[in-house]
C-alpha cells in the first residue's frame, strides 16, 4: 500500500482533488496561494491578522514569549479587530498575572 501525502492529492495549480474530481475549498485567507500547505496561511475563527505582515506567533516565537506574555501581546494586537474592550481587559488580566508573578520572584529573591 502506498501511503499518500497531502500534497498527493493536489494538481500543479494547487486544486485539491478527491476520488477524480475537484474538491471546492474555502478562502482560508492565505497570502501566498503557493504556500497553502502551511498553518501558518490559515486562520481559524476570523480574519483579524489576515493582511498584517506578521502573525502573534512570529513575534512570540522570535522574542521567545512565555504563554502568558504571549496571550498579552496576541490580545493587544487583535483587540481593534476582533473583540473590542473585552480583549483590552483579557491582555490587562494575563499582564496583571505577570506583575503578580514577579513581584512575588521579586519579594523572595530579596528574603533569601
Not at 474530481?21 to 480574519?47: H, I, R, W, Y
Request: glycine letters at 8%; a negative charge.
Amino acid at each position: 500500500m502506498t501511503v499518500k501525502t497531502l500534497k498527493d492529492f493536489y494538481d500543479e495549480q494547487g486544486n485539491l482533488w478527491y476520488n477524480d474530481s475537484p474538491v471546492a475549498m474555502p478562502n482560508l485567507g492565505c497570502e501566498d496561494p503557493g504556500d497553502t500547505f502551511s498553518v501558518k496561511n490559515q486562520q481559524v475563527g476570523g480574519n483579524h491578522y489576515k493582511g498584517k505582515p506578521y502573525q502573534p506567533w512570529d513575534i512570540i516565537d522570535t522574542w521567545e514569549l512565555n504563554y502568558y506574555e504571549g496571550n498579552v501581546l496576541k490580545y493587544l494586537l487583535r483587540w481593534r479587530y476582533k473583540n473590542g474592550l473585552e480583549d483590552l481587559k483579557k491582555a490587562q488580566h494575563y499582564l496583571s498575572y505577570l506583575i503578580e508573578k514577579e513581584e512575588k520572584n521579586a519579594t523572595a529573591v530579596t528574603r533569601d
